[in-house]
């Protein structure tokens, strides 16, 4: 880290303490699903904060995935002339970051993936998101118990938590919930020859036996939310802050 970045980092850190500056937290969601188990997870995490906070849902917004030109490496900014530049600007304006997603095929969401791609502008020779406190929320249907099934939980948290650390951001943790498998919604979950539901659950797994899963109803995940929240507070300094508002 360069001795610049150093200072910077410090000089944000101290300006926070001291109340100087407003601190906002921005929350963004790559689930297409609305009001899904994802974003009500994420606002559950924002919540705790205590802090100013946005939440975007990046199906509202067009994002196209980074073309690696590098056409960004002078200016900071994205030759691609779409939501993502005005996305990007909102995440350098932020003091902390926490993105939330979903994993079909058992990786990151596309959309989500596309807006951390799209982060790049902001690493060239300032660092924009380095020392940020940063958090990731993810859903996935694969029970984590069978270990027959490819991890997809730890997958989606992979790509946020590398993301920041590539950056040099402070990861300060995770929000694991146990989403739905479209085939308990699709009408076909008991009859479909390719349902995810004996797959997942087992051969005598129906749509009845499974059911739908909620995050309010999964207090180990609420939990981790509300402290999710909590430490980037603390990350933040603002965490006698948050703390108070979280229990008003
Ligand atoms: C096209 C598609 C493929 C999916 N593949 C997987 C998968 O491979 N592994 C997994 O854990 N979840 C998979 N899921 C389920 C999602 O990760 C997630 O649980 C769900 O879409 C979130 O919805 P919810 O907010 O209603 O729970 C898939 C979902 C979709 C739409």
């Keep these: 880290m360069t001795l610049i970045l150093q200072r910077r980092i410090i000089i944000s850190v101290l300006a926070i303490q001291e ?12 689930s297409p699903i609305k009001n899904s188990n994802t974003d009500r ?17 990046l199906m509202d917004y067009t994002i196209e995935p980074c073309r690696a030109c590098l056409g960004c490496v002078k200016t900071n900014t994205c030759v691609i002339k779409d939501d993502g530049i005005a996305l990007t600007e909102k995440a350098k304006a932020a003091d902390a970051l926490v993105i939330a997603g979903f994993t ?14 799209r982060l790049y502008p902001l690493r060239h020779t300032h660092g924009f998101m380095a020392g940020k406190p940063g958090g990731v929320v993810i859903t996935f249907a694969a029970p984590e118990e069978n270990d027959m ?3 997809a939980g730890q997958m989606g948290i992979n790509a946020v938590q590398f ?9 300060v943790g995770a929000v694991k919930i146990q989403g739905n498998v479209p085939c308990v919604k699709c009408v076909y979950g008991d009859e479909c020859k390719m349902s995810g ?36 507070a603390e990350a933040l300094g603002t965490a006698n802050k948050a703390i108070d508002s979280h229990e008003k």
Excluded: W
Aim: charged fraction near 25%; hydrophobic fraction near 40%; glycine fraction near 8%.
């Design 197 to 232: 539901i004996p797959m997942l659950y087992g051969p005598d797994a129906t749509v009845d036996s499974v059911g739908i899963k909620s995050f309010e109803e999964q207090p180990v995940a609420v939990e981790a939310a509300r402290e999710l929240g909590h430490k980037i």
């Design 19 to 30: 109340r100087k500056i407003k601190v906002k937290v921005l929350g963004v969601s790559g």
């Design 41 to 57: 997870a994420l606002k559950a995490v924002l919540d705790a904060t205590g802090c100013e906070t946005e939440c975007v849902k």
């Design 163 to 171: 993301y920041m650390m590539e950056e040099g951001m402070n990861f």
């Design 104 to 117: 079909p095929y058992s990786t990151i969401d596309s959309r989500t993936k596309a807006f951390i791609e």
């Design 149 to 151: 099934l490819p991890p």
